[in-house]
């Protein structure tokens, strides 16, 4: 105790001590504002007054992915399975819009004998809202997947890989050349 009051009692002591506490809490303060940059965002986005989760696509991604896995890791002859599906876009959300449309003519004819016609077109969309703020969604499309790869244990196999692009391609309506299954080490 005794040291900490002769360092408070030389004056030039105790303004050095105020000057790192303060460029201690300027270093903190700097720091987590720089981590919290680094770190991936709240993929929330506004749309037209709706906050839309933009990382639904990689839940929808594994959602598809650990399904088929269970359902293709079944099948006698495959074994383990890894799947990997890729998406061409994100999800999509149609709303509904309301469109005005006002067509006007004026013919003007002035002393002179000149004539002229004057043709006005206005058009004016906005979105249909519920209740407050929310538009009404007609409907909500789904990412078109891209393509898939499948590592099978038994992917050697003619047999099996036939049989796994075949089920693949009923299950998600993957085009045949964009399902590749490859054998797994």
Do not use: C, W
Not at 76 to 91: P, Q
Request: without cysteine; neutral net charge.
């Amino acid at each position: 105790m005794n040291i900490i009051r002769k360092i408070f009692k030389d004056k030039k002591n105790y303004y050095n001590i105020l000057i790192g506490i303060f460029f201690g809490i300027l270093l903190l303060i700097f720091s987590n504002n720089f981590n919290k940059s680094n770190k991936k965002e709240n993929s929330n986005i506004d749309y037209k007054g709706q906050s839309i989760n933009t990382n639904i696509n990689s839940t929808y991604e594994t959602q598809l992915e650990e399904r088929l896995k269970t359902i293709l890791s079944q099948v006698t002859g495959v074994g383990n399975v890894d799947i990997m599906i890729t998406l061409e876009n994100g999800k999509e959300i149609v709303t509904k819009n309301d469109t005005i449309k006002e067509n006007s003519t004026t013919n003007e004819e002035a002393l002179n004998g000149d004539k002229r016609q004057i043709i006005s077109n206005k058009e004016q969309n906005s979105t249909v809202k519920i209740g407050s703020d929310e538009p009404l969604i007609l409907k909500e499309l789904t990412p078109k997947i891209a393509g898939v790869l499948i590592v099978a244990q038994g992917g050697g196999n003619v047999e099996t890989k036939n049989m796994l692009i075949n089920a693949t391609n009923a299950l998600l309506g993957v085009e045949l050349h964009k399902i590749e299954v490859l054998e797994m080490k």
